[in-house]
């Protein structure tokens, strides 16, 4: 039977696939909190972005009531240097500066305190001018809205009127010319709606402050603030994105599923399969798995189905064996018991040189049989050899001189060669196919040996009668020999066959030799499990 292993390839052990499971089950929610945190930044960068506007407007309108105004002394007001970027022409885009990820969020706004510099009548005049327009804007937009002098004094909005901000940090920034703004806590006097433990929109208000600038002066700020929407509501309105992070995270769990199905539930169950077909004696099953998913599995399926094949292999050699050593044993049994009969019978009436030839009929027989068991004994010994050990050939080439003293015995080799087999198998090998080449009327046999980077190759000639080409396909059968009547047993060949496969190598007959050739190839190293 052919021998099928599993293909190479690169497979995740399994300890690589429970940690990466278990890593991505403990990524998973932090996943899920990442979404949520990236969704709330946009929310706040929106929020921003619409104070921005909304201030703009407010500080345009404010600078132009400025304008208008022509007792207004500029001296008094605080210089800025205004600063044109070639990039974008006259234009001074304000982008957000609250990043949710590494934005300070700073203590709640500290209360207005008494100013100790009044604002102008002019100044208070813009005030009650812009109050109603911050009014109807709050009701659309629902941002608080501040508008300050260039003294920090509140001269617009819903409270605070004629205190003074200017000690609030932001405030002071726009003071000076620069555009800012915090996050800051919110504390609500109604209760916190569902889940916002997962959001800080409802925990937070963003406070922005916006110079108004005329004539390179700052002549009065815009403070405004907004608690960003509530994110789960935000999430409600924005179901798409919701149903598409809900579908990767289903995604992200039939994944996990689908790596525990491939890699370990399913070679499982295949190998469960294959067990219950080799059982039944289904050689077909003995083949390797379509799906071996990790490194461990797929050694552990090589290793049964190795054993499966071994044991298939073993099965049918000793169902072979057996029919022909019956056969063999059966044949000089029947012999002698027929011969035993007759001398019982008629044993009396017989000659002497009758009686002597059934005895020695039963002799010879006897014989064949102690032979036959002899060489049973030697193959169970081939089949199951003491595998370790190191040969130094010279060592047996002396054994084979001294073996057969009137034989002619040469080796040919470019170095001491070390063989990995004990002495005592290595003298059932090749004195097995010495005798084999003497009994085929042989005087000489040369052993050349030959290196790979792996094995060895040990070239057996001989100048015997050789091997008929009928009988080449058969001279490794158990049982088969042209010497029968001779005394020869055809188990020699066989016996040899079996030691060398025992140590993971190979025998063959080299058939268009001019002379009998045999090679015996051995691996220099035997396998690990060997």
């Not at 598409?244 to 289903?250: D, E, G, N, R, Y």
Request: hydrophobic fraction near 40%; charged fraction near 20%; glycine fraction near 6%.
């Amino acid at each position: 039977m052919k021998a099928a292993t599993t293909r190479k390839k690169w497979r995740p052990t399994l300890s690589m696939v429970v940690i990466a499971v278990l890593l991505s089950v403990l990524l998973l929610p932090f996943a899920i909190i990442l979404f949520f945190r990236i969704f709330e930044h946009q929310i706040f960068q929106q929020t921003e972005n619409a104070l921005i506007a909304q201030s703009a407007v407010l500080s345009a309108v404010m600078s132009r009531m400025v304008a208008e105004q022509e007792e207004i002394e500029f001296g008094e007001f605080a210089a800025v240097e205004q600063t044109i970027s070639i990039e974008n022409g006259p234009y001074k885009p304000i982008t957000p500066r609250t990043y949710l990820f590494s934005a300070k969020t700073y203590p709640r706004r500290a209360k207005a305190r008494p100013s100790g510099d009044s604002s102008s009548d002019i100044m208070q005049e813009i005030g009650s001018r812009l109050s109603p327009l911050l009014v109807e804007t709050q009701k659309v937009t629902l941002a608080g809205f501040r508008v300050l002098d260039h003294k920090g004094n509140v001269i617009a909005g819903r409270s605070e009127l004629g205190l003074s901000l200017s000690h609030i940090e932001e405030v002071q920034a726009a003071l000076s010319g620069e555009y800012k703004s915090v996050l800051r806590e919110r504390i609500s006097d109604e209760p916190a709606p569902a889940f916002s433990s997962l959001s800080r929109g409802t925990a937070t208000r963003i406070f922005s402050a916006m110079p108004v600038i005329l004539h390179n002066k700052v002549v009065g700020v815009i403070y405004a603030s907004r608690t960003p929407s509530n994110t789960m509501r935000q999430l409600f309105k924005q179901w798409e994105i919701v149903a598409i992070a809900s579908a990767f995270t289903l995604l992200v769990t039939a994944l996990i599923g689908f790596v525990f199905l491939r890699v370990i539930t399913k070679p499982i169950h295949e190998l469960i399969e294959r067990t219950q077909r080799i059982s039944t004696g289904d050689a077909n099953a003995i083949a390797p798995l379509k799906h071996n998913g990790t490194r461990e599995f797929a050694s552990l399926a090589d290793s049964f189905l190795s054993m499966a094949r071994k044991i298939s292999e073993r099965a049918d050699y000793i169902s072979t064996f057996a029919s022909h050593a019956a056969h063999e044993l059966k044949s000089p049994i029947t012999a002698t018991k027929g011969a035993v009969e007759l001398l019982m019978e008629s044993g009396e009436d017989m000659s002497k040189e009758q009686r002597n030839r059934f005895l020695n009929n039963i002799l010879k027989d006897s014989d064949r049989v102690t032979a036959l068991l002899d060489r049973l004994r030697h193959l169970a010994r081939a089949d199951n050899p003491k595998s370790t050990g190191q040969l130094d050939l010279e060592n047996l080439l002396d054994h084979l001189q001294n073996q057969y003293a009137s034989l002619e015995v040469n080796c040919k080799s470019q170095s001491s060669v070390q063989v990995p087999i004990t002495l005592e198998n290595a003298e059932i090998i090749f004195f097995n196919l010495v005798d084999n080449a003497i009994n085929h009327a042989a005087t000489k046999v040369t052993i050349q040996i030959e290196e790979t980077p792996t094995t060895l190759r040990f070239y057996i000639c001989d100048n015997g009668s050789g091997i008929s080409e009928g009988n080449a396909g058969k001279i490794f059968d158990l049982f088969f020999t042209t010497r029968r009547s001779e005394g020869g047993t055809g188990m020699g060949l066989g016996i040899v066959q079996s030691m060398v496969k025992s140590h993971y190598g190979s025998l063959t007959f080299l058939a268009d030799r001019a002379e009998t050739t045999f090679c015996v190839e051995l691996p220099k190293v035997l396998p690990q499990d060997a």
